[in-house]
């Protein structure tokens, strides 16, 4: 379920919106000023849900990704899907996490560890 509130002091919070009825989360192109004197929350993103579209603020770019990529991906798992950049994804991408793993977890075996 995914809701959010206008500041973190705020005990008020948006309707809950289920992971499944998003359809998509973008970044927002960077603005051209500031949002306010004091406002450090610069980097936005948009999150289309089935009934609306939600323009939200974070404090940096990276976050705002971070965000973009959980929204899309707990979509995608609400929904059945394997998000598209999981290792899971495809084939070749199991093949290579489960050879991964394996030479990962065979340095874990070794005597003294």
């Not at 979509?75 to 996490?97: F, L, N, W, Y």
Request: hydrophobic share 30%; aromatic share 8%.
């Amino acid at each position: 379920v995914f809701y959010y509130a206008h500041s973190r002091s705020n005990k008020k919070t948006s309707p809950h919106v289920p992971f499944h009825e998003i359809e998509g989360a973008e970044r927002l192109p960077p603005p051209i000023t500031k949002r306010g004197k004091n406002s450090q929350q610069s980097c936005g993103f948009l999150v289309r849900t089935v009934e609306r579209s939600l323009e939200l603020y974070t404090c940096s770019g990276q976050d705002a990704a971070q965000w973009v990529y959980a929204l899309n991906a707990a979509r995608d798992i609400a929904r059945g899907a394997v998000p598209a950049d999981s290792p899971c994804s495809s084939p070749r991408k199991m093949e290579a996490t489960a050879k991964r793993d394996t030479s990962v977890a065979s340095l874990a075996t070794t005597t003294g560890s």
